[in-house]
């Protein structure tokens, strides 16, 4: 949770959770990498420099010179910090200059697992993946089949990615 210190400056909340206020970075890169969203990163960078700043001055659960770390508790059950684990684990995304492509990962069991509003570039997606695994059976987007796995930068509008895994 973001709020703003007693100078108006905003941070990532000062709880227990100070590993968090670290990590959940990792999950705001791969936010901005997705949406373009350069406002956000902009708002984002703000906020970690700021908490960055508290860190390194905390006298404990701060930063540790002689190591180079931040020291305290771990905590990797967060919601912003598992975006990553959604967006390049879950659906495998994989962003270059070229576009966005898919290598997802679909445990046996979870069903059909759909990701709605995803925002990339100057597009909002929604990708459904269909069945289990890692190999893709067939790829479409739109209803017609994509060869390549993926969408070009230059993509815009709403769009559905079907993606239909097996083995």
Do not use: C
Not at 85 to 114: E, I, K, Q
């Amino acid at each position: 949770m973001v709020e703003k210190d007693a100078a108006g400056k905003l941070q990532e909340q000062q709880d227990s959770q100070q590993w968090d206020q670290v990590v959940w970075t990792v999950g705001a890169w791969h936010h901005y990498l997705v949406t373009g969203d350069r406002e956000f990163l902009r708002t984002a960078y703000e906020v970690v420099t700021n908490t960055l700043g508290v860190r390194e001055q905390a006298t404990v659960f701060g930063y540790n010179a002689r190591y180079g770390l931040f020291t305290g508790p771990s905590f990797f059950n967060d919601g912003v910090s598992s975006i990553d684990m959604m967006h390049s684990g879950l659906f495998g995304l994989r962003f270059d200059d070229a576009g966005l492509t898919f290598a997802p990962t679909l445990p046996a069991g979870w069903g059909d697992v759909t990701l709605s509003g995803l925002r990339y570039r100057d597009a909002r997606l929604t990708v459904k993946l269909h069945g289990s695994g890692t190999a893709i059976r067939s790829f479409e987007l739109d209803g017609s089949p994509v060869q390549e796995h993926g969408v070009p930068a230059s993509v815009h509008g709403d769009h559905t990615i079907d993606i239909q895994l097996g083995h």
